[in-house]
């Protein structure tokens, strides 16, 4: 059962109502919203499945590259349980077949290293056809129109007569791996380009949000990318940029409340085929756990969920005093008389977005340690002498959300 809220805030990024002017809802609106990750995207069935162990009934889906495709096809009314079978048969060869004529003929002038038509295919397969209008539950999809340098989202005023099967395909064009796609006249290519988790845009229309994030949320240490070709060195790239813009969004978000689930895939490749049991498992958990808070996140008036509290501290050390991590959070971090670091505030509340300056310290000085729940030590952390957990790499990796 979806527990009733108390409130129904809207209008990001505008700040919250008071509670006075706050309508209640008998029925909340909850988005659901997939970010993309290529396959890591396989995560989102596990998680559909969750939703639907759970009750949750999504009033609207939105998604960018596979999460575009996943909420498509969900929205499509394809079960759970279907998605996973055809995930369980997903290969290779039903999405890569490398354009050889193309690269031979054209060079530097063809549009991309694989053929358009096996993703196209996937595409027909898995989403219904029809324009957004003939969908029964709302479908945003994201994407970037490259002639005008504009993202573009599918299925919002002006923009839904067209295709879904063709905006989802856009949406999933990575650049330079696949070509881009013409949606109702617009060149298009992977939205996840400027928008990967498009909770924003989805906000609009809903009372909470329900966003699962499975590519870029936690970028880990990763050594000799620089072998391993230019597709690996572009996917990095892209990663940080990604994650970063990203980021930067979460950390101002204000309303409607929102639970933020990420998966722990930042292990498994972006187009690793030997991992789909892991993904749609780790998807189902990670998503059945956090929907505990449901019920807190439907009863607040915004921010996002789940939240855990931490002890936020610094080596002093090992301190360089770079100065990063003020740059990066000044409301938490300050340099003292000695030009070393020093936290304003001990304790904090973080929801799985919070943190991410924690990464940018180049010498791993600040520590956060989780007082609600304790962590096992994982590969990315270290004892220190007192035996306190040091967070290194990857601050969400550490804390158990
Ligand atoms: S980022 Fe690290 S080294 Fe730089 S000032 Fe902050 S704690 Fe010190």
Request: charged fraction near 20%; charge should be neutral.
């Amino acid at each position: 059962m979806i527990p009733t809220p108390t409130s129904a805030v809207r209008a990001h990024p505008r700040p919250a109502p008071p509670d006075s002017v706050r309508p209640r809802l008998s029925s909340p609106r909850i988005g659901v919203v997939f970010g993309g990750g290529a396959l890591k995207g396989l995560a989102h069935v596990g998680a559909l499945r969750a939703l639907a162990e759970a009750g949750v009934q999504p009033a609207l889906y939105a998604g960018s590259s596979i999460g575009a495709m996943i909420a498509a096809a969900a929205a499509s009314g394809m079960s759970p349980e279907v998605l996973t079978e055809r995930a369980m048969r997903f290969r290779r060869r039903d999405l890569f077949r490398i354009n050889h004529l193309g690269m031979l003929m054209e060079r530097m002038l063809s549009r991309s290293i694989y053929l358009e038509s096996p993703l196209r295919t996937l595409c027909d397969e898995l989403v219904a056809d029809g324009t957004f209008d003939d969908f029964k539950t709302p479908l945003l999809v994201t994407a970037l129109d490259i002639d005008r340098a504009a993202p573009l989202v599918f299925g919002r005023p002006g923009l839904r007569n067209v295709r879904v099967r063709d905006a989802v395909y856009a949406s999933c064009a990575l650049p330079g791996f696949f070509p881009p796609g013409i949606v109702g006249g617009h060149t298009c290519i992977d939205g996840g380009t400027t928008d990967n988790l498009p909770v924003a845009i989805a906000a609009l229309d809903v009372d909470a949000l329900i966003a699962v994030d499975v590519g870029i949320a936690d970028v880990p240490m990763e050594t000799g990318i620089a072998s391993q070709g230019f597709a690996s060195i572009f996917m990095r790239a892209a990663t940080m940029m990604m994650h970063e813009q990203q980021q930067h969004a979460l950390e101002r978000w204000t309303s409607p409340p929102m639970l933020l689930i990420r998966p722990k895939v930042s292990h498994i490749g972006w187009f690793s085929f030997a991992h789909v049991d892991e993904l749609l498992q780790r998807g189902y958990e990670a998503t059945r756990d956090a929907l505990r808070d449901l019920d807190v996140l439907l009863r607040a008036p915004g921010g996002i969920f789940p939240r855990r509290q931490v002890q936020l501290s610094v080596d002093h050390e090992a301190c360089i005093g770079c100065g990063l991590c003020v740059a990066r959070a000044p409301n938490m971090m300050a340099l003292d008389v000695d030009r070393k670091a020093y936290v304003l505030t001990r304790e904090h509340s973080w929801s799985p977005a919070d943190g991410a300056f924690v990464r940018c310290c180049p010498v791993d000085a600040i520590h956060v340690d989780p007082m609600a729940e304790a962590s096992p030590p994982t590969a990315s952390s270290a004892a220190t002498p007192s035996g306190s957990t040091v967070a290194v790499r990857s601050v969400a990796a550490d804390i158990s959300w």
